[in-house]
C-alpha cells in the first residue's frame, strides 16, 4: 500500500482516514500502522521526498544569493516547496473587531506539512503546564498530566532521536535513561552567554533538538517502542539504522537527504510505508467530515487538486491532523443535517482560544567575539544550548508582573555567510569602505549574538476564528477569518524579555542593537512564531470543550484529532514533540478500541 491516486482512494474502504502528514498525522499514521490498521492518509500538498533537499548548495549560488523572497519566506533553499505566509489561492482573513490586532498564519502545502523545515526544538511540557489553571487561576487545565503523557514523550524521543541533557530544573522534565542522544558542544558565544547567565542567576543548559548527533540505538528502543510487537520491531529496527547522524555541515532548513534531523516524511512515514498498511493520496485537498445517519462520521469529502473534482473517501474511524486551524476550519465547514455551526460544536467551543507562542528578540554586538580565529561553527544548525524559564520562585514571591514564563533561545557564532551578513556595520565601522571594509567584516563576522523570548500565551475569549461568511479558497471552501488579541498577561511577558535580554548582552560587554523595546512594540505579530494551537481545546466537560481527553469529539464517537487543536494551554515549551507524543497517545487508544470493537 504506498503512494495511490485519487480514484482508487474513493474505491477502498479503510479503518481510519488521517487527514495531513505532518507532526501529528506522520505520528498517528506511524502509531496506526505499526498495529496493523489500515489507513488512508489524505495530504492537500503535493508529494515530497527529502532526496529534493538543497543540502549542499551554499547560498552564493542561488539566486539573489538565497535571500528571502514573497514565494521563498525563508530562503531559496528552504525546504518548503509549497507554502509560506500567503499561499496563492488560499486566503485567511484578519478580523476588525475593536482591538484586534494581526494575525500571521504559515501553512505548508506539502508532505510532511511543516516537519519538513522547523526548527526542531523538541522541549517536553512540564508537570506544571499540565494544570495551569489550578497553579494560578488562569486560562484551562489539561484533562490529563504529565503522568499520562511521559510515556509517550519517552517513546517519541527514541524513534525519533532527540539530543538533549537531564539538568533536574524545576517544571523541566528529565528524560529516562537511554531516550535523549548526546548534546552537541556548545559554541563560543553559547559559553559566554552561559558564563553570564549565571552572573545574572538563571542557567544555560543543553538545547533539546531532533538531530541525531549519534545513531540511534536500533537494538534496544524497538522492543521498548513496540511490546509484543515483534514485526512493529523489525520494521523500526531495521529503518533506524537507515538513518545517518548528522556531520555538521548544512542547514536543517533546506531538510535532510541522510535523515539525520526529525521530519515526517524522513522518519515517521517510511516505516509506516513499509508496514504496508499505509496508502497516501497527496493533491487532496479535505473540505468537511461526512457523516452517516447514524451519527458517526462515514470519511470525508475532498478536492482532487489535480482535476478539481469533489471526491469522497471512506473509512471506519477519521482523524484530522491538518495542523490546529486548518483542523477547525474542516470541523466548521462540515455542516451535518445542515447545521451553521459546525460538526461537534455543542459546546461553541470551536475555533476559540487561538494561542501562539509569545515572542520578543534582541540582538548585540559583542566586542569579545571579534576577531576570532577562522572555525567553522555550524554545528547541528540550531541551538546547542538554550534558557529555560528560571521565575518561579519570583513569581511565587509576587515580584513579577505577568503569569507564566518564556524560555530563551539563542544564536551566534561564525556561520555560513549570506548576502546580508555584513549589512547595516555602518554603527560600528562609521562607513568604512574598499579595504577597510573587508577588514572590518573579518572583524565583526561572528561577533554577534540574537536571543529570542519564547513564552506562554494564557487563551482569552478575544483570540477565536470563523468561517468568513463569503470568501472561499480556489477549491470552493470557506476560509478562515481570525481575530487576534494579545493580554496584558502577555505583552508584559515580553517587556520582560526585552530587559532580559538587554541585561545578558550588557552583562557580556556587548551593546545592544537595534533598541530595546517596549509595551505592544515589544511582541511579535500573533502567529508569527508559528505556534498556533487550539481550537478544539480537550477538557473533562462537553459543555466546555470539544473533544474528551482522547482527544475524541464528544459527539462524534468516530471522530478524532491529532494535531494542536486540542491544547488547552501552550506552554512555553515549543509544541511539536508534544504534538507527537499526544498523537501516538491518541493512536494507542484508538487500536485499543478497534480491538475491542468499539470503532
Ligand atoms: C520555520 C518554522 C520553525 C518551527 N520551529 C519549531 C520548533 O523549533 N519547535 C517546535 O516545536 N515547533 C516548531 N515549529 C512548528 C511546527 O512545525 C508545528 O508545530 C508542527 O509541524 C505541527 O504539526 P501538525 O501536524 O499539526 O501540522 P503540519 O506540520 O503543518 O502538517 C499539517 C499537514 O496537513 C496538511 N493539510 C492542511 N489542511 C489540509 C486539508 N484541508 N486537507 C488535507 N491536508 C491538509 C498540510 O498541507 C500539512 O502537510 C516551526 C514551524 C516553522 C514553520
Ligand atoms: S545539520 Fe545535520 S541534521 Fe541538519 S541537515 Fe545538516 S546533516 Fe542533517
Redesign the pocket.
Known amino acids: 500500500m504506498p503512494f495511490i491516486d485519487a480514484k482508487t482512494a474513493t474505491h477502498k474502504h479503510y479503518d481510519v482516514i488521517v487527514?495531513?502528514?505532518?507532526?501529528?498525522?506522520g505520528q498517528i499514521a506511524y502509531t496506526l500502522t505499526m498495529e496493523g490498521v489500515r489507513v488512508l492518509m489524505?495530504?492537500?500538498?503535493r508529494k515530497y521526498n527529502a532526496t529534493e533537499a538543497a543540502m549542499f548548495q551554499t547560498p552564493d549560488v542561488a539566486p539573489l544569493r538565497g535571500e528571502s523572497t514573497p514565494d521563498k519566506n525563508?530562503g531559496f533553499y528552504d525546504a518548503t516547496v509549497d507554502g509560506g505566509w500567503q499561499v496563492p489561492g488560499e486566503p485567511y482573513i484578519v478580523g476588525t473587531d475593536p482591538g484586534d490586532t494581526n494575525f500571521s498564519w504559515?501553512?505548508?502545502?506539502?508532505?510532511?506539512?511543516?516537519?519538513n523545515?522547523?526548527?526542531?526544538?523538541?522541549l517536553r511540557n512540564g508537570i506544571y503546564d499540565f494544570k495551569p489553571h489550578s497553579r494560578d487561576g488562569l486560562g484551562i487545565d489539561w484533562p490529563i498530566s504529565y503522568e499520562d503523557m511521559a510515556p509517550y514523550y519517552d517513546k517519541v524521543e527514541m524513534l525519533v532521536g532527540i539530543y538533549g541533557a537531564n539538568d533536574g530544573l524545576e517544571n523541566t522534565p528529565n528524560s529516562p535513561e537511554g531516550c535523549l542522544l548526546t548534546p552537541p558542544k556548545p559554541i563560543v558565544s553559547d559559553l559566554l552567554v552561559q558564563k553570564h547567565t549565571a552572573r545574572l542567576g538563571f542557567p544555560t543548559i543543553a538545547g533539546h533538538r531532533a538531530v541525531l548527533t549519534e545513531a540511534l540505538d536500533w537494538k534496544r528502543s524497538p522492543a521498548k517502542l513496540h511490546p509484543g510487537n515483534v514485526t512493529a520491531q523489525k520494521i523500526i529496527a531495521r529503518d533506524m539504522q537507515r538513518r545517518a547522524p548528522c556531520f555538521w555541515a548544512t542547514p536543517c532548513?533546506n531538510g535532510c537527504a541522510i535523515r539525520a534531523n526529525y521530519q515526517s516524511t524522513t522518519v515517521h512515514l517510511p516505516p509506516a510505508l513499509d508496514t504496508g498498511k499505509l496508502d497516501i493520496l497527496t493533491d487532496?485537498?479535505?473540505?468537511e467530515v461526512r457523516m452517516h445517519k447514524s451519527g458517526l462520521a462515514s470519511g470525508v469529502r475532498?478536492v482532487d487538486r489535480k482535476t478539481g473534482k469533489s471526491m469522497e473517501a471512506h473509512a471506519r474511524t477519521v482523524v484530522l491532523?491538518?495542523?490546529?486551524f486548518?483542523t477547525v476550519r474542516?470541523l466548521l465547514n462540515s455542516h451535518p443535517n445542515g447545521s451553521r455551526e459546525g460538526l461537534a460544536n455543542s459546546s461553541g467551543k470551536l475555533g476559540r482560544y487561538l494561542m501562539d507562542t509569545v515572542g520578543s528578540a534582541l540582538g548585540g554586538q559583542i566586542p569579545l567575539l571579534e576577531n576570532l580565529p577562522p572555525h567553522n561553527e555550524e554545528g547541528a544548525s540550531g541551538g546547542h544550548m538554550y534558557v529555560p524559564w528560571w521565575g518561579y520562585k519570583d513569581q511565587a514571591a509576587g515580584k513579577l508582573d505577568f503569569p507564566r514564563g518564556y524560555h530563551i533561545e539563542f544564536g551566534g557564532g561564525r556561520r555560513m555567510p549570506g548576502f546580508d551578513s555584513m549589512e547595516g556595520l555602518e554603527w560600528l565601522t562609521g562607513g568604512s569602505y574598499g579595504a577597510k571594509l573587508k577588514e572590518d567584516a573579518r572583524r565583526y563576522y561572528g561577533s554577534f549574538v540574537y536571543f529570542s523570548g519564547r513564552g506562554e500565551m494564557i487563551p482569552n475569549e478575544k483570540s477565536y476564528c470563523e468561517i468568513d461568511p463569503t470568501v472561499k479558497d480556489k477549491w470552493g471552501i470557506p476560509v478562515l477569518r481570525f481575530h487576534w488579541q494579545w493580554s496584558d498577561h502577555e505583552t508584559r511577558q515580553a517587556e520582560h524579555m526585552q530587559k532580559t535580554f538587554a541585561d545578558i548582552i550588557e552583562s557580556m560587554g556587548g551593546r545592544v542593537r537595534p533598541r530595546q523595546r517596549a509595551g505592544g512594540n515589544a511582541i511579535s505579530d500573533g502567529g508569527s512564531i508559528?505556534?498556533e494551537i487550539g481550537g478544539a481545546v480537550m477538557g473533562d466537560d462537553p459543555h466546555t470543550s470539544v473533544v474528551n481527553k482522547w482527544c475524541q469529539t464528544w459527539e462524534v464517537n468516530n471522530l478524532f484529532l491529532a494535531?494542536?487543536a486540542p491544547f488547552p494551554s501552550n506552554a512555553d515549551k515549543?509544541?511539536?514533540?508534544t504534538?507527537m507524543a499526544n498523537a501516538w497517545r491518541v493512536g494507542d487508544h484508538i487500536v485499543d478500541r478497534m480491538r475491542k470493537k468499539e470503532l
Open positions: 487527514v495531513g502528514s505532518g507532526a501529528g498525522g489524505l495530504e492537500a500538498g525563508f504559515w501553512r505548508s502545502r506539502m508532505l510532511g506539512g511543516r516537519t523545515h522547523w526548527g526542531r526544538i523538541s532548513g487532496a485537498m479535505v473540505a475532498f491532523a491538518a495542523s490546529a486548518e474542516i508559528i505556534h494535531d494542536g515549543n509544541p511539536t514533540l504534538i
